[in-house]
């Protein structure tokens, strides 16, 4: 955490809530994914969300993550650990980068601050279990998981129809439209008629 201190009243209520989001089962299959993708270089952090956040705030072992979903060029050339909170942003930066990049949308990407103060871990889990799905859904031979840890993401079923099957489509009533097979309402009534005296 960053050098704040402690939140009262209306701001300790939102952080409350945020934190209410962080998952702790979540937090278990990243790391294990995240240990296996990266290799033996990669040691596993303390268990919890301090733990988890220590673990990832320098942005070495989120560099190695991203690094080892490409298989030609890798987008983050420079992975060093440093103690200085400006490079280990930009380490974090650098990630983030790549990993939109990759194809991780911009709605399911965390603040550099978000990481780095402990502001809001549950993005991090959100980003990093977006760019899981994404590397388990493109199935390039990078993806170092279980197929169960991380959903498959929708892909386009694009389809052909020649003009024949078009014209053909125009003529029959879908079954949303539904029918009423010639029905009227003819003799029905609803309640008593109206009394007027």
């Known amino acids: 955490m960053a050098n704040k201190g402690p939140a009262f009243g209306m701001s300790r209520h939102v952080q409350d809530k ?76 650098q990630f983030l980068n790549a990993s939109e990049k990759y194809g991780v949308t911009k709605t399911d990407m965390f603040q550099t601050v978000d990481l780095w103060e402990g502001k809001d871990l549950a993005a991090v889990q959100r980003t990093l279990s977006a760019l899981g799905s994404l590397a388990f859904t493109k199935d390039e031979g990078t993806y170092n998981g279980d197929p169960n840890w991380f959903f498959k993401k929708s892909q386009e079923n694009k389809r052909d129809f020649s003009d024949d099957q078009m014209k053909a489509g125009k003529n029959v009533i879908g079954l949303q439209m539904g029918s009423n097979k010639g029905a009227s309402q003819e003799g029905m009534s609803y309640g008593r008629s109206r009394q007027i005296l």
Do not use: H
């Not at 952090?45 to 988890?52: D, L, R, S, T, Y």
């Open 18 to 93: 945020i934190d209410s989001k962080y998952d702790a089962e979540l937090e278990l299959i990243l790391v294990e994914w995240i240990s296996r993708q990266c290799g033996a270089g990669v040691s596993k952090p303390e268990a919890g969300k301090m733990g988890f956040q220590a673990w990832l705030k320098d942005g070495c072992v989120l560099s190695e993550l991203i690094n080892s979903l490409f298989t030609a060029e890798k987008p983050v050339k420079k992975i060093q650990s440093s103690t200085a909170a400006f490079k280990q942003m930009e380490q974090i930066s």
